[in-house]
């Protein structure tokens, strides 16, 4: 583990997620993942353990604690299960922080009260059937109608869309302007005109739902516009900058499982002999897997910090995220390879791990996304 010093407060939220994760997550992990099952009461415990608004202030029901310390509760909730800290980040990273940042008073005390404190869900609708990584052309549009906007189009990959009860929704409110034309709406799923659509089944993070979202002359008061009209790519980007950090340590908290279950795993199973872990081949594997882990952490608290500070952090989440993303799924493929075939069965986690780790490497932005992030400032920065 890293030498650098972490306050009271940050080492007593880290190990109470740990403990949590241990007593509550890992037992019903494997269950849930199995089952597709919504981990319903995990959730409602983590809010109230104040882990669904870390970053809020107490004054909207949060815990007030710093990015650092959400990240730290994070890792340790995503070694049990990543389907769990997928939620957990989602509403975190997506939810409660673009409307504690860029919303009003009144929409600071009427959504994220509820959503701090676990009593509701939130959920996050950028994305379309034809629009991911390029949300500037997006489809789904929103008209003024005097005192409220007409939502109308298709969302995709919608995470928490068949649970949640809050929705920022992302629509185009002027074509002209393309990417300046897009605003951001607060949207209770209750709405009518607002249907859930197919629900995904996926290779990993089974115990979350990923929902296609309709909307069909959907009436949205104006006053849950979120922010300013045309100001909705900025927060889109303002938000996923945030939220990059956390998929990286939701990737960290795989990566992490995996090694810890390789070296168990190494140092029980034997062969000619002696046990595996006793092999310089399998050595040298955990001693890679172990550097790479490391080097994803060390990565995801810096950027975390930087948010932290209010500096600019952009590049360094966008390469927290890509480093992690890649690490996961590295270790993990490891991981398998470590437990032969017993880890191509659902009899050990490492299998879970696997699938989980790849959609680290695809959502909030895929690594090449990261990459011409990190290029581009690189590029910028050196003359």
């Known amino acids: 583990m890293s030498i650098i010093s972490l306050s009271e407060v940050q080492e007593m939220v880290r190990s109470t997620a740990r403990e949590f994760t241990n007593n509550e997550i890992k037992p019903v992990a494997s269950i849930n993942d199995r089952e597709h099952r919504y981990p319903k009461d995990l959730i409602e415990k983590m809010g109230e353990l104040g882990f669904m608004g870390t970053n809020v202030s107490e004054q909207y029901g949060g815990s007030s604690l710093d990015y650092l310390s959400y990240i730290l509760a994070l890792e340790e909730i995503c070694k049990g299960c990543a389907s769990t800290g997928t939620i957990m980040s989602v509403n975190n990273s997506l939810v409660c922080s673009p409307i504690k940042t860029f919303g009003s008073e009144d929409q600071k005390?009427?959504?994220?009260?509820?959503?701090?404190?676990g009593g509701k869900l939130g959920c996050f609708m950028l994305s379309e059937p034809d629009s991911g990584s390029d949300a500037a052309s997006m489809k789904t549009t929103a008209v003024l109608n005097g005192d409220h906007y007409?939502?109308?189009?298709?969302?995709?990959w919608i995470t928490n869309g068949a649970e949640a009860d809050i929705a920022i929704v992302f629509a185009t409110t002027d074509k002209s302007l393309k990417h300046k034309g897009v605003s951001a709406f607060i949207v209770d799923m209750k709405t009518p005109g607002l249907k859930i659509g197919k629900l995904e089944d996926k290779l990993g993070i089974r115990a979350t739902s990923?929902?296609?979202i309709f909307f069909e002359d959907c009436k949205i008061s104006a006053k849950n516009l979120l922010g300013n009209e045309g100001e909705g790519f900025k927060i889109a980007l303002h938000t996923l900058d945030g939220?990059?950090?956390g998929i990286a340590a939701q990737a960290v908290g795989i990566a992490q499982a995996a090694l810890?279950?390789?070296?168990?795993?190494?140092?029980?199973?034997?062969?000619?002999?002696?046990?595996i872990s006793d092999f310089q081949g399998l050595q040298f594997m955990i001693a890679d897997m172990a550097t790479r882990v490391e080097a994803s952490r060390l990565l995801v608290w810096q950027a975390a910090v930087m948010k932290d500070r209010y500096m600019k952090f952009g590049k360094q989440s966008a390469m927290a995220k890509l480093y992690a993303a890649e690490t996961a799924m590295w270790v993990t493929t490891k991981a398998i390879q470590i437990h032969g075939g017993y880890g191509y069965t659902t009899d050990y986690p490492v299998e879970r791990y696997f699938r989980d780790a790849k959609i680290t490497e695809i959502y909030e932005g895929t690594s090449e996304i990261q990459r011409i992030v990190i290029a581009r400032e690189t590029l910028e920065e050196i003359e």
């Open 150 to 156: 007409l939502l109308n189009g298709t969302k995709s």
């Open 109 to 117: 005390r009427l959504f994220l009260n509820d959503l701090a404190s």
């Open 243 to 245: 939220g990059r950090i």
């Open 210 to 212: 990923t929902a296609q």
């Open 260 to 275: 810890e279950e390789s070296v168990r795993y190494a140092k029980e199973r034997r062969a000619f002999g002696k046990t």
